[in-house]
Structure formats: structure tokens, C-alpha cells
Nanobody, 128 residues
């Protein structure tokens, strides 16, 4: 059983940067791919990025390219999402999730088909 806890959310100015952390407990993240998601107020949740713990490959969803990077700290069992050049329309609740890593099976995909574990999310408001 993997428990995921997001942290690092907080008010940021438009154009600013913020780093969110997804820390796992209960088990190592090895063998999982980690996805980050955002849910804006009144809208459906959307994917932001994926990271493979098998080989470190990442995938950034097109609409987020040039604005986010994702990375992992193995020693801390944590995956990060670095947000930069935040837009006024970027606020929302950011969540991380872990699912079976498709790269472990030799797939070219980085993002899992399904996610097994979810965090509660962290709020990122952007001041206008």
C-alpha cells in the first residue's frame, strides 16, 4: 500500500514559479509511474505530466510544455513538479497519483493506463 502526500502549494504571483512535492510512504515508488494532475475550479481534472521510475523518462502534456518539469529524488521517495511562468488561469488543486509503470514492461508509453494510488492534492491559487 502506497500513501501519497502532496505539499508545496501556496499563493504565487502570475509569472512566478512553484515546486510541488509528492512524497510516498508505505512502499517505494520503484515500479510505479507518477502522474501529476490539476483540477481547476468548476472543471474536470486534467493531466499535467508523467514520470517513469524505471528509467526516469518524463512526458509533459502538450498544453503544459515549457511551463512544467517533473523529477524524482529516490532517497526521499518523492517526485516533484516544478511550475514556472504561472498564468492567472493556472490555479487549481494539484494531485499526484501512482500507477504501474508501463516502461517496466518495455512500453514506449510513460503514463500508466490506470492509477492505483492518489494523493489528496494541494491547492495552488494564483493571485491576479
Amino acid at each position: 500500500q502506497v500513501q501519497l502526500v502532496e505539499s508545496g502549494g501556496g499563493l504565487v504571483q502570475p509569472g512566478g514559479s512553484l515546486t510541488l512535492a509528492c512524497t510516498a510512504s508505505g512502499a517505494t515508488l520503484d515500479g510505479y509511474a507518477i502522474g501529476w494532475f490539476r483540477q481547476a475550479p468548476g472543471k474536470e481534472r486534467e493531466g499535467v505530466s508523467c514520470l517513469s521510475t524505471t528509467d526516469g523518462s518524463t512526458h509533459i502534456l502538450y498544453s503544459w510544455m515549457d511551463r512544467v518539469t517533473t523529477s524524482r529524488d529516490n532517497a526521499k521517495n518523492t517526485v516533484y513538479l516544478q511550475l514556472k511562468r504561472l498564468k492567472v488561469e493556472a490555479p487549481g488543486r494539484y494531485s499526484c497519483a501512482a500507477g504501474p509503470d508501463p516502461r517496466r514492461g518495455g512500453s514506449a508509453s510513460v503514463c500508466p493506463r490506470q492509477y492505483t494510488y492518489w494523493g489528496q492534492g494541494t491547492q495552488v491559487p494564483v493571485s491576479s
